[in-house]
């Protein structure tokens, strides 16, 4: 069966299942993040599997933090026959902007056992705590 496409002519619509690859493909090589607060600490952990501390790039600007990273493939094939593999291999961006009690200047970072755990202290002043406000009579 021919189908009419969107361009108007007639010519099946192969192409279709193609035209959102680009952002399938970047949704498919996004890590897995969580966040979180504990007491004055918000945390951000996501999961890097197979990513060097060296092949990460985590940047904050004006209270976005941002990790960019790749996972490059190190394959040997001597001989071997693949039939699948599972493996993601590519770049990545994931973006987080942080809340706005959030004192950027102590963004941290580190990387244990393939999670990369970013910490961020809340700012404690006076004026970020709850208070009662009396109401005057105008």
Do not use: C, H
């Not at 990513?51 to 071997?80: Q, Y």
């Amino acid at each position: 069966m021919v189908e009419k496409s969107q361009t108007g002519g007639r010519w099946p619509a192969l192409y279709d299942p193609f035209r959102n690859l680009g952002t399938r493909m970047a949704d498919w090589f996004s890590p897995a993040a969580d966040a979180t607060i504990n007491g004055d600490v918000y945390r951000i952990t996501m999961e890097l599997p197979g990513v060097a501390e060296e092949d990460i790039d985590l940047s904050i600007d004006d209270d976005v933090v941002t990790v960019k990273g790749e996972k490059k493939t190190e394959r040997e094939e001597k001989g071997d026959t693949w039939f699948f593999s599972e493996r993601q291999f590519g770049s990545f961006q994931r973006s987080f902007r942080l809340p706005a009690d959030t004192d950027g200047k102590t963004v941290k970072a580190d990387m244990k056992d393939g999670v990369l755990t970013v910490t961020a202290k809340r700012k404690l002043d006076a004026d970020t705590k709850a208070r009662k406000i009396t109401v005057k009579k105008a």
